[in-house]
């Protein structure tokens, strides 16, 4: 392989995805940088400008020259950060939350209709070609945590939210098959009914794959969210995304109007306890229970929204909640 080689896939690619033209293709007033910054803001409820630049390895200069241009539009508020002071922390409003999930939905428009074009039988050779250019390019490369993408849920990621949490609570905890029917029916229940400005799903994404969920939903208690399904899967572990999926849940349960959120879990779940507890919140209540198998002591917890101004972010699985 020489470097033409790649070069010229680089143009063949480009021209695939239309990356000359994004903002066209899509049907959006948005080049396809553009797109990009408003993808990752709208995966994170609230960052900082100098974190999106790392993020993005974008110029100074150029990434601000954007945010003015979405300030104006009435896309993003920018503001003092709340961890820095020296910071500015950049917030999509609910035009650019409208219009970020515009351009996701014709961007899956758009691959959806470029993979229609490819014959079933070939499908699983992209795939894995796919996976050995990331592999083979990324390889000296450990994964960091800006390399995760917060993102809402695409089909089949609900069942992969079933599928991992058996799996993982079966092989570190010896957990039975009830485990696996309560998930089950939590994530149906939020499948078939759930009201989308109340109640969300975040997967972490790392290098195409998912590696962790939660989910937030109303609880019976007037004025509650609760907290529930909170994994991350092993192998993507210290990269902070627990941290980082409570505290986006915590974020939204505030800006919905939530005045607490509640959730439920066992002592087992030692790593997830100490995310629950750098976020505020306040083990209220426990008592042992027999289930899934194993003797465990359930532990409710409450974080007080009016109590704690902002969120703190660094990981693990969760349990039921």
Not at 114 to 131: N, Q, W
Not at 138 to 164: S, T, Y
Request: aromatic share 8%.
């Amino acid at each position: 392989m020489t470097v033409q080689d790649i070069r010229s896939f680089n143009r063949f690619y480009t021209n695939v995805i239309g990356a000359l033209d994004y903002g066209r293709r899509l049907y959006a007033p948005y080049t396809l940088t553009e797109s990009r910054v408003l993808y990752e803001l709208a995966h994170a409820s609230r960052t900082d400008a100098a974190d999106l630049r790392a993020r993005l390895h974008l110029d100074a200069g150029y990434l601000t020259r954007i945010l003015n241009k979405f300030e104006e539009d009435g896309l993003v508020e920018r503001g003092p950060s709340e961890t820095d002071s020296r910071r500015r922390s950049v917030t999509l409003t609910p035009p650019g939350r409208e219009a970020a999930a515009l351009l996701d939905e014709r961007a899956r428009q758009s691959v959806g209709e470029m993979l229609d074009t490819v014959r079933a039988e070939d499908r699983p050779r992209l795939a894995e070609a796919m996976r050995t250019v990331r592999t083979i390019l990324g390889e000296n490369r450990a994964p960091r945590p800006e390399d995760v993408v917060l993102r809402e849920p695409a089909p089949g990621d609900l069942g992969w939210i079933v599928q991992r949490n058996a799996a993982l609570y079966a092989a570190e905890y010896g957990w039975n098959a009830d485990y696996e029917g309560l998930v089950a029916r939590i994530v149906a229940d939020y499948a078939e009914d759930h009201d989308p400005r109340r109640e969300r799903t975040w997967i972490a994404e790392l290098d195409g794959r998912p590696v962790g969920c939660v989910m937030c939903v109303r609880d019976d208690a007037p004025g509650a969210a609760r907290l529930r399904l909170l994994l991350v899967e092993p192998d993507a572990r210290g990269l902070g995304i627990g941290d980082r999926l409570v505290g986006t849940l915590v974020d939204f349960a505030r800006d919905a109007g939530y005045r607490e959120v509640v959730l439920w879990t066992n002592d087992v779940l030692a790593a997830a306890r100490r995310i629950y507890r750098r976020h505020g919140f306040v083990l209220v209540a426990e008592k042992p229970h027999h289930s899934f198998g194993r003797d465990l002591v359930g532990q409710d917890w409450r974080l007080d929204l009016h109590a704690t101004p902002g969120g703190r972010r660094g990981v693990a699985g969760g349990g039921a909640g």
